[in-house]
C-alpha cells in the first residue's frame, strides 16, 4: 500500500500543499494524518490528494465538529477519529494517534502492523516490529519540516523534506 504520513501541520497550508501534493505525484492510496490541523480551513487542501484521509484530533484540534465536518468533502472513505484509532487498510492495521502515550500498549500486545504517532514534532521511524512512525511536523516550527512515504511493498519508509518539494498551484 502507498502512504503518505503526516502530522501537526498547524494551519501551514504551504507546506502542507507541498506534501499532498508529493504523496498525489507518488500515486498515494491513503494519507494518515495524526492530528494538529489547527483549524477547518486546512482541510481545502486535502481535497487535492485524490484519495482518503484517515486522522486523529490532535491537542491543538479545537474546532472538531467544524474539522469533521469537512472533512466529509475531502474523499468519501475519509474520516477523523478521536485517539487512538485503528485503521485496516488494505490488510494492515494501522493505529493513529496524536500523544505517544498509546505506543507500547499497542506495539507489545502485536496488535498494529504500524503505529503513527505526532505531537513531538520529532522525526522518528523504528522498525521493531511493529513500524513506529513520527513523521516529524509539516508546520517546520521546531525542525525542518518532515512528511514520510511510505510504500508498503519496499522495505522502509522515506523521509520527505518538504522545504525542498514544489507547491500546490
Given at each position: 500500500?502507498?502512504?503518505?504520513?503526516?502530522?501537526?501541520?498547524?494551519?501551514?497550508?504551504?507546506?502542507?500543499?507541498?506534501?499532498?501534493?508529493?504523496?498525489?505525484?507518488?500515486?498515494?492510496?491513503?494519507?494518515?494524518?495524526?492530528?494538529?490541523?489547527?483549524?477547518?480551513?486546512?482541510?481545502?487542501?486535502?481535497?487535492?490528494?485524490?484519495?482518503?484521509?484517515?486522522?486523529?484530533?490532535?491537542?491543538?484540534?479545537?474546532?472538531?465538529?467544524?474539522?469533521?465536518?469537512?472533512?466529509?468533502?475531502?474523499?468519501?472513505?475519509?474520516?477523523?477519529?478521536?485517539?487512538p484509532h485503528i485503521y485496516e487498510l488494505d490488510g494492515l492495521r494501522i493505529?493513529?494517534?496524536?500523544?505517544?502515550?498509546?505506543?507500547?500498549?499497542?506495539?507489545?500486545?502485536?496488535?498494529?502492523?504500524?503505529?503513527?504517532?505526532?505531537?513531538?514534532?520529532?522525526?522518528?521511524?523504528?522498525?521493531?516490529?511493529?513500524?513506529?512512525?513520527?513523521?516529524?511536523?509539516?508546520?517546520?516550527?521546531?525542525?525542518?519540516?518532515?512528511?514520510?512515504?511510505?510504500?508498503?511493498?519496499?522495505?522502509?519508509?522515506?523521509?520527505?523534506?518538504?522545504?525542498?518539494?514544489?507547491?500546490?498551484?
Amino acid at each position: 500500500m502507498r502512504l503518505g504520513i503526516m502530522t501537526d501541520s498547524h494551519d501551514h497550508l504551504r507546506n502542507l500543499g507541498r506534501a499532498v501534493l508529493e504523496f498525489k505525484r507518488r500515486n498515494a492510496e491513503a494519507i494518515i494524518h495524526s492530528g494538529d490541523f489547527v483549524a477547518p480551513f486546512t482541510i481545502d487542501v486535502l481535497k487535492h490528494a485524490g484519495c482518503p484521509v484517515y486522522s486523529v484530533y490532535g491537542n491543538c484540534d479545537g474546532e472538531r465538529i467544524g474539522l469533521s465536518n469537512r472533512f466529509k468533502e475531502i474523499h468519501e472513505k475519509s474520516e477523523i477519529n478521536t485517539e487512538p484509532h485503528i485503521y485496516e487498510l488494505d490488510g494492515l492495521r494501522i493505529v493513529v494517534m496524536h500523544h505517544p502515550a498509546w505506543i507500547e500498549s499497542f506495539a507489545s500486545t502485536k496488535q498494529a502492523d504500524i503505529i503513527v504517532y505526532g505531537h513531538l514534532h520529532k522525526l522518528h521511524i523504528e522498525n521493531r516490529p511493529p513500524w513506529i512512525i513520527n513523521p516529524g511536523e509539516v508546520f517546520g516550527l521546531k525542525a525542518d519540516p518532515t512528511a514520510v512515504w511510505f510504500d508498503t511493498s519496499t522495505p522502509e519508509p522515506e523521509i520527505l523534506h518538504l522545504k525542498n518539494l514544489s507547491d500546490l498551484k
